[in-house]
């Protein structure tokens, strides 16, 4: 059974660089596209970007100047920079598969809360 | 960016009853839509994908339908687990955007 887990720190600094971890068990990340999306506390739900397996990223226009992520296929594991955060950033943050090639997401970590104070 | 919209934001029913969920584009997506299901302090739960196909596992009462701009969940006879927020999202092009949200209450 596959299961996707976030870690990562749960306070960031303004200014700084938000980094989270998507570790993925019981699967491979060497196939498909693997998304992060995130939550505001209360609000709705925002697609950050994607890695496919061949480590070729697609990112949301309104969040692509900050965003990177990047893929390491020998920890399965995928991962998300967000540069310059201010607290508008922070949300819980969530890792998702896709569904095959297809873009809705079948399945999801449990989220982490990232909060950006000082 | 395509725009969902969702409605009601909030909606009140009694164990039992049947209760639709509007979700409308700001431009066509075919039938590139799915369906979430959302309990507190949880990950979203896919329920539905391509507008109307059942994603395995998900209580037959669940049902989507339409197609271009304009779709619908459907929920028949509530369970008092179905009590939780609804969002749609689009996939027929990027960024994909989710709508703001349904709460399902328990009345």
């Known amino acids: 059974q596959v299961q996707l887990q976030e870690s990562g720190p749960g306070l960031v600094k303004p200014s700084e660089t938000l980094s989270l971890t998507c570790t993925v068990s019981g699967g491979s990340i060497s196939s498909g596209y693997w998304s992060w999306i995130r939550q505001p506390p209360g609000k709705g739900l925002e697609w950050i970007g994607y890695?496919?397996?061949?480590?070729?990223?697609n990112y949301n226009p309104s969040l692509k100047s900050r965003v990177t992520i990047s893929g390491d296929t020998s920890k399965n594991q995928f991962s998300l920079k967000l540069s310059s955060v201010t607290a508008a950033d922070t949300a819980i943050y969530y890792c998702?598969?896709?569904?095959?090639?297809?873009?809705?997401?079948?399945?999801w970590g449990q989220g982490t809360l990232v909060t950006v104070s000082s | 960016d395509i725009q969902m919209t969702q409605s009601p934001s909030t909606l009140s029913a009694p164990v039992g009853d049947r209760v639709t969920i509007t979700c409308r584009a700001s431009?066509?997506?075919?039938?590139?839509l799915a369906w979430y299901q959302q309990k507190p302090g949880k990950a979203p739960n896919l329920l539905i994908y391509?507008?109307?196909y059942l994603e395995s596992g998900v209580p037959s009462r669940f049902s989507g339908s339409g197609s271009g701009t304009e779709f619908t969940l459907t929920i028949t006879s509530l369970q008092p687990d179905d009590f939780a927020t609804y969002y749609c999202?689009?996939?027929?092009?990027?960024?994909?955007?989710f709508g703001q949200g349904t709460k399902l209450e328990i009345k």
């Open positions: 998702a598969r896709h569904s095959g090639d297809d873009s809705f997401f079948d399945l």
């Open positions: 391509k507008a109307s």
């Open positions: 999202q689009q996939y027929n092009s990027y960024p994909y955007t």
């Open positions: 890695i496919f397996y061949t480590g070729g990223t």
């Open positions: 431009q066509s997506i075919s039938s590139w």
